[in-house]
């Protein structure tokens, strides 16, 4: 098992800075890559970025390229979500998650990929 511990959400101005954490614990050596997703109120979930677990990679959705960044501290076993320049439209409950298996073509996007999930950080931008 793989346990995920998400924090450093909160709320801040449009234009503002914010990192999230995911410490991981347990069995890490069984994660091969991690997703960030959220999910804004009345909507789905969605994808925003993935880090491989040496992290070598990183993948974007779109609308946060540029913006924001994943990383990875090996000696802690944590992610980190790096947002810059932050609108309202950020506004989510951001979600780390861990995946065991390789990843080919883009299954980082997808949440049924995912293993582990961590219990999920408030952002809130305001105007």
């Known amino acids: 098992q793989v346990q995920l511990v998400e924090s450093g959400g909160g709320l801040v101005q449009a234009g503002a800075s914010l990192t999230l954490s995911c410490a991981a614990s347990?069995?890490?050596?069984?994660?091969?890559?991690m997703g960030w997703f959220r999910q804004a109120p009345g909507q789905e979930r969605e994808f925003v970025a993935a880090?491989?677990?040496?992290?070598?990679?990183?993948y974007y959705t779109d609308s946060v390229k540029g913006r924001f960044t994943a990383s990875r501290d090996n000696a802690k076993n944590t992610v980190y979500l790096h947002m810059n320049s932050l609108k309202p439209d950020d506004t989510a409950v951001y979600y780390c998650?861990?995946?065991?298996?390789?990843?080919?073509?883009?299954?980082?996007?997808?949440?049924?990929?995912?293993?582990?999930w961590g219990q999920g950080t408030q952002v809130t931008v305001s105007s």
């Open positions: 347990g069995r890490t050596s069984r994660i091969y890559g």
């Open positions: 998650a861990a995946d065991r298996a390789r990843w080919y073509g883009e299954s980082w996007l997808y949440e049924y990929e995912y293993d582990y």
């Open positions: 880090i491989t677990w040496s992290g070598d990679t990183t």
